[in-house]
T-cell receptor, first 112, second 116 residues
Framework: SQKIEQNSEALNIQEGKTATLTCNYT??????LQWYRQDPGRGPVFLLL?????KEKRKERLKVTFDTTLKQSLFHITASQPADSATYLC???????????FGAGTRLFVKA | NAGVTQTPKFQVLKTGQSMTLQCAQD?????MSWYRQDPGMGLRLIHY???????DQGEVPNGYNVSRSTTEDFPLRLLSAAPSQTSVYFC???????????????FGSGTQLSVL
């Protein structure tokens, strides 16, 4: 069955360091992959989208890579700040379909 | 801009009761969807719609009905509430679902539902 896996353990890093979050998927042919941020008690907010034929996307301090051979995406936050503390969700939409499926998310804590 | 509006924000039901969660968007988005979020399980897709009059099932559709009579509204109906439906429900919409580059989802603020 289709599966999206994100590290369920929280990631704790020091302010100023680079945070790297992982999204792995199986039994899936994604048309594109998205990353969202979710704060407690709020709905997810879109961050970045990367397509199957793209290797890397950047937006300010954020960088996403997409390796369809490894079936993996990496999400990087450089020069992290305490305000970056949140849960980050990976989402996939498959080719030929309209369903966007989410991973369980990884909680990030950035310490000052 | 209101974006995606969900009502109510909180609801407590007794087992067997029915209710409708409302979702409206004012962005002329063609794609709308409902997710539930449970601790440790992330967001799971319940139903989705690619346009008025068109709906389809997601990952966990049992116990829920939807309809899409207008572009703006996409209500979610619980026919006979069960404790297993206790969750936080999110409605989301996007301009397109067809690979044009406008597939990012806009989420509402959620409805916290408890079924006793």
């Amino acid at each position: 069955s289709q599966k999206i896996e994100q590290n369920s353990e929280a990631l704790n890093i020091q302010e100023g360091k680079t945070a790297t979050l992982t999204c792995n998927y199986t039994n899936y042919s994604p048309a594109y992959l998205q990353w969202y941020r979710q704060d407690p008690g709020r709905g997810p907010v879109f961050l970045l989208l990367i397509r199957e034929n793209e290797k890397e996307k950047r937006k300010e301090r954020l960088k996403v890579t997409f390796d369809t051979t490894l079936k993996q995406s990496l999400f990087h936050i450089t020069a992290s700040q305490p305000a970056d503390s949140a849960t980050y969700l990976c989402a996939l939409r498959g080719t030929g379909g309209f369903k966007t499926i989410f991973g369980a998310g990884t909680r990030l804590f950035v310490k000052a | 801009n209101a974006g995606v509006t969900q009502t109510p924000k909180f609801q407590v039901l007794k087992t067997g009761q029915s209710m409708t969660l409302q979702c409206a968007q004012d962005m002329n988005h063609e794609y709308m969807s409902w997710y539930r979020q449970d601790p440790g399980m992330g967001l799971r897709l319940i139903h989705y719609s690619v346009g008025a009059g068109i709906t389809d099932q997601g990952e966990v559709p049992n116990g829920y009905n939807v309809s899409r009579s207008t572009t703006e509204d996409f209500p979610l109906r619980l026919l006979s509430a069960a404790p297993s439906q206790t969750s936080v429900y999110f409605c989301a919409s996007s301009y397109s679902s067809t690979g044009t580059g406008d597939e990012k989802l806009f989420f509402g603020s959620g409805t916290q539902l408890s079924v006793l």
